[in-house]
């Protein structure tokens, strides 16, 4: 019987594990594809998590950028360096993903990979975990199957409060000219924006709406902003997916079970960067799966407030200002965006040295709607 079952090898699973193996204890990785896999995703990563691990995330990044570019509707461009000490990380979550794991299999985890999970049943004092290669036990599960993941339902969590934001990428080959700068889209696209990032053989295309509102043609919109850098995104393979937005407080943990990266629902609302908060919660589950084993009754309880109260405090922050700058862009760009301290912020917000709570007050100031603007 392993210490702990991690349901999916994404950065929260893999997080998990490294920390958890290191502390000695027995872990397994199940994880329904075959690693190493492609994930749909801008692959931004803050450089922030450094921080939570002692080796060198080097080999699993394929460019740094160190400038952002932001425009309305293609023109009315704004160009920043981001003035912190280590540049935004661009990564390939194939190559990142199965990077995490690989060190956490140095550390001792397990991994079974091409290994769906088919149920789960609690047996008096472990989990019994069903798969297609069959069942397997563990004393502790941590759910890190991601958006559309069965396990948080599985465990229960049929009310938890989930706010889905719909996203379609576009992996784009290209000659990339300019490989220090990430472009963001305003405009374009209602309730959202554009992102491009680039990577060192092309660049990750995505678009998303994060307030909801009506049905939008993603495919045409993104055709559109790939002409502008003359690509042709319809040969591209294209990817639609849900993201799971932040939306509110909510308990993470269950019987012997917690909830972990995007099945906890920890996505930036504002920004919709998944990485860095999923790789956090699975650093968090770990230390909260380790005191468990260890004899502490209340741990996974004290997870659930650790993730609300040093992820959440400020993520209800960046809700309200996703509130106002989706609703009324034309605002948001004039007033937040093109003031040259606020796109130095958002760098630095994208970077992990800022925190919402420390600016959203002044920004909420300025884009009290104005009659006349809007997008």
């Not at 297609?132 to 559309?148: E, H, S």
């Not at 002409?227 to 937005?245: A, E, R």
């Not at 965006?337 to 760098?347: A, C, E, L, N, T």
Request: with cysteine; proline share 5%.
């Amino acid at each position: 019987m392993y210490d702990c079952i991690i349901v999916g090898a994404g950065p929260a699973g893999g997080t998990a594990a490294y920390h958890l193996a290191k502390q000695g204890r027995s872990v397994l990785v199940l994880e329904k594809e075959s690693l190493p896999r492609y994930k749909p995703c801008g692959g931004g990563v803050s450089p922030a998590i450094a921080q939570w691990f002692d080796f060198d995330f080097s080999p699993a990044i394929s460019l740094k950028v160190d400038e952002l570019r932001f425009t309305w509707k293609l023109g009315d461009p704004v160009e920043t360096k981001i003035a912190t000490i280590e540049p935004v990380w661009m990564v390939r979550r194939d190559v990142f993903d199965h990077f995490l794991i690989q060190q956490a299999q140095k550390q001792g985890a397990e991994l079974k990979d091409s290994t769906e999970v088919t149920g789960i049943e609690f047996k008096s004092d472990h989990w019994q975990v069903n798969t297609a290669n069959g069942p397997v036990t563990g004393r502790f599960l941590i759910a890190a199957d991601g958006a559309k993941g069965p396990m948080a339902k599985w465990l229960g969590f049929k009310e938890r409060k989930r706010r889905l934001a719909g996203a379609l990428e576009a992996e784009v080959p290209a000659t990339v000219e300019n490989k220090s700068t990430i472009h963001f889209e305003f405009g374009m696209v209602k309730n959202g924006y554009i992102w491009n990032f680039p990577k060192a053989d092309g660049y990750s295309i995505g678009v998303g709406t994060f307030i909801g509102g009506e049905p939008q043609d993603f495919k045409k919109i993104l055709d559109e902003y790939g002409k502008s850098f003359g690509l042709d995104v319809k040969t591209s393979k294209q990817y639609g997916h849900p993201i799971c937005l932040w939306d509110g407080n909510q308990k993470l943990h269950t019987q012997n079970a917690v909830l972990a990266g995007e099945a906890a629902c920890v996505v930036d609302p504002m920004t919709a960067e998944g990485i860095r908060p999923s790789i956090f919660s699975g650093l968090l589950a770990a230390g909260a799966i380790h005191q468990a084993l260890s004899g502490d009754a209340i741990a996974l309880e004290n997870y659930s407030e650790a993730i609300s109260e040093q992820w959440g405090a400020d993520m209800a922050w960046a809700q309200k200002l996703a509130g106002a700058f989706y609703r009324f862009p034309g605002v948001g760009y004039k007033v937040g965006v093109k003031r040259p301290s606020g796109s130095q912020i958002m760098g630095r917000i994208l970077c992990g040295e800022l925190r919402y709570g420390d600016v959203v007050n002044r920004a909420l100031k300025r884009l009290v709607p104005i009659p006349g603007f809007g997008g």
